[in-house]
Nanobody, 124 residues
Framework: QVQLVESGGGLVQAGGSLRLSCAAS????????MGWFRQAPGKEREFVAA????????SYADSVKGRFTVSRDYLKNTMYLQMDSLKPEDTAVYSC?????????????????WGQGTQVTVSS
């Protein structure tokens, strides 16, 4: 079992930045590929970013490419999502997930563990 807890969400103005954290406990997170997803009100959950088990490879949704950066700290068992140049359309609940995979995973159904989510609100 792996428990995931997100933090770092909040209210920010358009153009601002936030850094989300996803702390993993239980089985070591180093055996998992990890990712971020988001769900805006009235919309389906969508892929945001993912990082491979080794941390060498990352993948991003086109809507966040060049603005968001995913990373992981193995000593702290934590994954991060640095979000810059935020837009109102980035407003959503952001959730992290872990998959028993080696490579990056951008498919929601392949993830095995999920956090509860953290709210990000970007005002215009």
């Amino acid at each position: 079992q792996v428990q995931l807890v997100e933090s770092g969400g909040g209210l920010v103005q358009a153009g601002g930045s936030l850094r989300l954290s996803c702390a993993a406990s239980g089985r070591t997170s180093t055996t998992f590929a990890m990712g971020w997803f988001r769900q805006a009100p009235g919309k389906e959950r969508e892929f945001v970013a993912a990082i491979s088990r080794s941390g060498r490879t990352a993948s991003y949704a086109d809507s966040v490419k060049g603005r968001f950066t995913v990373s992981r700290d193995y000593l702290k068992n934590t994954m991060y999502l640095q979000m810059d140049s935020l837009k109102p359309e980035d407003t959503a609940v952001y959730s992290c997930a872990a998959a028993r995979q080696t490579q990056v995973v951008d498919t929601m159904g392949l993830y095995d563990y999920w956090g509860q989510g953290t709210q990000v609100t970007v005002s215009s």
